[in-house]
């Protein structure tokens, strides 16, 4: 078995991949095969989704690139940019994990969802496409705890935007 224990710093070169959906590569445990079906054991840290195109380092040395699966898909534009930042604002208030493009929003296709845009005046198609959502603004992680439970006392990271981490 493969075993990948850490995220490479050098993306240019990879000696395998791993074909992934978003469910998967938002796991940090995680058996699963490669391309040449090898079985591979992920072992990473936590709270952040591999990105397609990162590589990742095996205990023997081998890399492997992580490539985003198609998956199915709400692809969501609207009239005008009020609409979808309006679009965009419902999605958010419901935690959806959203991939955002110029004039464009994707996300998993639900069909609760799709009725609600609809309602909204957006436009939605489906369609089957990789699917690379934005990280969440703090690297910690979410939660919604107002106590002062120790497990969720932890400085909040900043994401670093426009560094696709």
């Not at 938002?26 to 709270?47: H, I, N, P, Q, Y």
């Not at 081998?62 to 609409?83: G, K, M, S, Y």
Request: hydrophobic share 40%.
């Amino acid at each position: 078995m493969l075993v990948i224990t850490r995220r490479a710093d050098d993306p240019s070169h990879w000696d395998a991949e791993l074909v992934m959906s978003f469910e998967l590569r938002s796991k940090s445990r995680l058996r699963t095969t490669a391309s040449s079906g090898e079985d591979v054991g992920l072992f990473l840290e936590a709270g952040q989704p591999l990105r397609h195109g990162e590589v990742l380092q095996a205990e023997d040395g081998r890399r492997v690139r992580i490539v985003a699966a198609p998956e199915a898909l709400l692809h969501v534009t609207c009239a005008n940019p009020r609409e979808l930042c309006r679009a965009a604002y419902h999605l958010g208030n419901r935690h959806v994990h959203l991939e955002v493009g110029e004039g464009w929003l994707r996300l998993l296709d639900d069909e609760v969802l799709a009725q609600m845009l609809l309602q909204l005046g957006a436009l939605v198609e489906r369609l089957s496409a990789p699917f690379n959502p934005e990280h969440g603004a703090y690297g910690g992680g979410h939660h919604h705890s107002h106590g002062k439970e120790a497990a969720f006392q932890y400085a909040p990271k900043l994401h670093q935007y426009g560094q696709g981490t």
